[in-house]
């Protein structure tokens, strides 16, 4: 296999006695859709967190295509290709759609150290920002100001906001959080078109939609890695039915 | 979207007041009037610029005041010094605020919340005390400028309308350079800066250089404020930096409308006339002002402006 396009080494974080990201490494090829999966205080927000930029490692390394990223700040880490969506929907409540999406276009075409033209006349990022919420389905809401979307609508448009960044490597917190089922339906439908164009890294608790969506995944418990592989392989391993003893019936069942 | 509005035609009314002000002096013989409506518009100014990074950025400066006086004391020190060429004495005004501003924001926004309004507040306090030790230039008494900046025949600043004019020029180019920047890429870049730091961080903002780039930009604008009121005056003295008038600054922005581009004009037209007024009728005037401006902040949310947004909805 050629360089894989995300590469955690032996990542090691601490909260005063509690290791919360113990020794984990993984890879991630380009093209695929890698979901990290494990109860609660496993410790996906943390690793996630130092993907970002959001969260220093004690030890350990993150590269993207190869690049040494440990230690770069978010923006530059987006930069080279890394967007993410928040657990917690993290947009400007009081810009309209079109604006949220478009502030990531431009970031990514050219200086922003423009301080006379009108930047919402600018027909490429306009453009940009209509695509992208074309592609999520939220093109009827482009002009509406954020804090009259709904929950759903907001998970939308935070992957559209994402989306328009054009990254390589697609970071997505728990995208399903708190949507009904229908809301869920629609969101994996879109992960599933999404996921031809860009590679992904899925942190969920939803885990129909995980064996659905992932080709290959890696179950956390306590910080540690204790399993990584196809769907398949992960629904026959003893350990991870182990830890996810009440959600047995759901991993087996499913997919 | 372009349609009529109660804030709207507010606006325009006061504007025609501003420039028509000196015809009106001059046919009733208040000159009065006149001299106050001068300083009125310099410490507009000063909320507008104050209002781009308090308003536009989220950036809580509480020694805003500190750029009058350094524009004022470049004047004054230049004036002083038999440099009373404008053309030197206000780009020196300028890009010594402009300094200032580089240094304070750079140390100032490594923090943010009360301790940024806590810091800018200090820094000004600092410039407050340094000035009163300038012995050569006046010290705690202030320094007089005997001849105001001279524009080699351009403009005549001790003639008083076209002071006036000059300096209601410098406020509609101000306003209209802020107009230009709020809706720019930088100006976006800043407001989505206010809104959510961590978002904008997360698609690829450095937060930091663009506030700092605000900062320098608002601290200028005040600086031209400065020159102008070293002018008006004839006298800069180190209680121009005092921290009462920065807050005397956030009031007039708040109270005019954080964020709309004509508020501080408004905010500060009222002020300042009400203290007039209100002064002039008792000298516990701010017994009186203090509750109205409580009334406004806590009724009109939004300022004026929000007022008149909410009348025009009816």
Redesign the interface.
């Given at each position: 296999m050629a360089e894989p396009l995300l590469r955690v080494e032996k990542l090691v974080r601490r909260f005063g006695g509690i290791v919360a990201t113990d020794n984990v490494s993984l890879d991630v090829a380009a093209g695929e859709l890698h979901a990290i999966i494990g109860p609660n205080g496993a410790g996906k927000t943390t690793l996630i967190s130092q993907l970002?930029g959001?969260l220093e490692p004690h030890s350990g390394s993150v590269s993207l295509a190869g690049r040494d990223i440990t230690y770069l700040?978010?923006?530059r880490r987006?930069?080279l290709g890394l967007?993410?969506s928040?657990q917690i929907t993290?947009?400007?409540?009081?810009?309209t759609a079109a604006?949220n999406v478009?502030?990531?276009a431009?970031?990514?075409a050219g200086?922003?150290?423009?301080?006379?033209?009108?930047?919402?006349k600018?027909r490429s990022l306009r453009d940009a920002a209509h695509a992208a919420l074309d592609r999520v389905g939220l093109l009827h809401r482009a002009d509406v100001v954020v804090n009259r979307l709904s929950h759903g609508e907001r998970r939308e448009l935070e992957l559209a906001?994402a989306l328009?960044?054009k990254p390589k490597l697609l970071l997505l917190d728990e995208p399903m959080a708190g949507l009904g089922v229908t809301e869920s339906q629609r969101m994996v439908k879109l992960l599933q078109e999404l996921r031809k164009e860009v590679s992904i890294v899925l942190v969920e608790h939803d885990m129909p939609a995980v064996f659905a969506l992932a080709d290959r995944i890696t179950v956390l418990v306590y910080g540690r890695v204790i399993a990584s592989g196809d769907p398949a392989a992960i629904r026959a391993n003893e350990d991870v039915k182990r830890a996810y003893l009440g959600d047995q019936h759901v991993v087996t069942h499913h997919g | 979207m372009k349609s009529f509005t109660v804030s709207k035609a507010v606006t325009a009314l006061m504007l025609a007041g501003l420039v028509l002000l000196p015809l009106y002096s001059q046919l009733s013989g208040n000159i009065f009037i006149l001299t106050l409506f001068t300083r009125i518009i310099i410490l507009a100014l000063a909320a507008a610029s104050l209002n781009l990074i308090m308003g536009f950025g989220g950036m809580m400066s509480f020694g805003h005041a500190a750029y009058l006086g350094i524009g004022g004391y470049a004047v004054g020190m230049l004036a002083q010094e038999g440099v009373g060429s404008g053309f030197i004495q206000f780009p020196v005004a300028l890009a010594a605020s402009a300094l200032y501003a580089l240094v304070i924001g750079a140390l100032s926004l490594r923090t943010r919340g009360v301790y940024f309004i806590m810091i800018t507040l200090a820094f000004a306090q600092m410039a407050y005390y340094v000035a009163s030790g300038l012995a050569r230039y006046g010290g705690d008494d202030g320094l007089t400028v005997y001849k105001r900046s001279d524009f080699s025949g351009l403009i005549n600043l001790s003639n008083r309308t076209q002071f006036y004019y000059l300096c209601l020029a410098c406020l509609l180019g101000v306003i209209f350079l802020i107009w230009?920047?709020v809706?720019?890429?930088?100006?976006?870049?800043v407001?989505?800066l206010r809104?959510?730091e961590?978002?904008?961080?997360?698609?690829?903002?450095?937060?930091k250089r663009?506030k700092l780039?605000c900062f320098v930009i608002s601290g200028t604008m005040c600086g031209l404020a400065g020159a102008l009121l070293a002018n008006n005056t004839d006298f800069v003295s180190p209680a121009v930096m005092y921290w009462t008038r920065s807050g005397d600054l956030m009031v007039m922005v708040i109270l005019g409308g954080m964020g709309t581009l004509f508020g501080p004009i408004m905010g500060a037209v009222v002020f300042l006339l009400l203290e007039e007024f209100l002064s002039q009728i008792t000298e516990y005037w701010a017994l009186i002002m203090g509750p109205l401006l409580l009334l406004i902040v806590l009724f009109g949310r939004g300022g004026i402006m929000g007022l008149l947004g909410r009348a025009g909805r009816g």
């Open positions: 970002t959001h700040p978010a923006y987006c930069a967007a993410r928040f993290s947009l400007l409540l009081d810009f604006d478009a502030l990531a431009q970031a990514h200086t922003s150290f423009r301080f006379f033209a009108n930047a919402r600018e906001v328009a960044s | 230009r920047i809706n720019s890429r930088f100006g976006l870049v407001q989505g809104s959510n961590q978002r904008m961080q997360a698609i690829g903002f450095p937060a663009y780039v």
